[in-house]
């Protein structure tokens, strides 16, 4: 599967190449400050040499607007994704992962303060909200690519609100997102 996604990089024409996927890509330390940090196994960082692997892959395709689709969190995030290189340099991204929250299944409240504590101190984070259900809407220009994370106003009604919470947008040849 690795090689056929890294031979689909290498070969992809595509102004935007979206990978869909289940868990959190990007690195997330949930407690920055413990001597080893402390990781939620289950996603990626439970696999850091694949991680490395699919960066590897991203670099060597020469994939210029790579975007990172996630769910199965139950949260809404978005994160760059940071990358040093085989060197060690500097930390550049070289991505971006947009995280959907879920319409109806709820992240557990007591991990809430959490994660929204440790997003703060952990640089490819540009948001995270773990209260709210909803979805993500993609936007995609050959330009730009903007994700609205919109939110439902409560559980208890079909015809419930739906309200924009936050807007981000990545512009094609500079990975990254920009709140706007």
């Known amino acids: 599967q690795e090689r056929w996604l890294a031979r689909g990089f290498r070969e992809s024409s595509a102004r935007w190449d979206v990978l869909a996927q289940q868990v959190i890509l990007a690195p997330f330390n949930i407690a920055p400050e413990a001597p080893d940090g402390l990781f939620n196994l289950d996603q990626w960082d439970g696999y850091t040499a694949a991680r490395r692997r699919l960066y590897d892959a991203l670099r060597a395709g020469k994939v210029e607007n790579p975007v990172v689709i996630t769910g199965d969190i139950h949260a809404s995030a978005v994160f760059d994704l940071l990358d ?9 991204p070289i991505g971006t992962e947009l995280v959907g929250p879920s319409i109806t299944s709820p992240f557990p409240e007591a991990f809430v303060p959490l994660v929204e504590a440790a997003a703060s101190r952990n640089p490819g984070a540009r948001y995270l909200e773990g209260r709210k259900h909803g979805y993500v809407l993609c936007d995609v220009t050959a330009d730009t690519l ?17 309200a924009t919470g936050a807007s981000f947008v990545i512009e094609a040849g500079h990975p990254g997102a920009k709140q706007v």
């Open 146 to 162: 903007r994700a609205d994370y919109r939110y439902i106003e409560t559980l208890d009604r079909a015809d419930t609100p739906i």
């Open 84 to 92: 040093a290189g085989r060197a060690g340099g500097p930390a550049v």
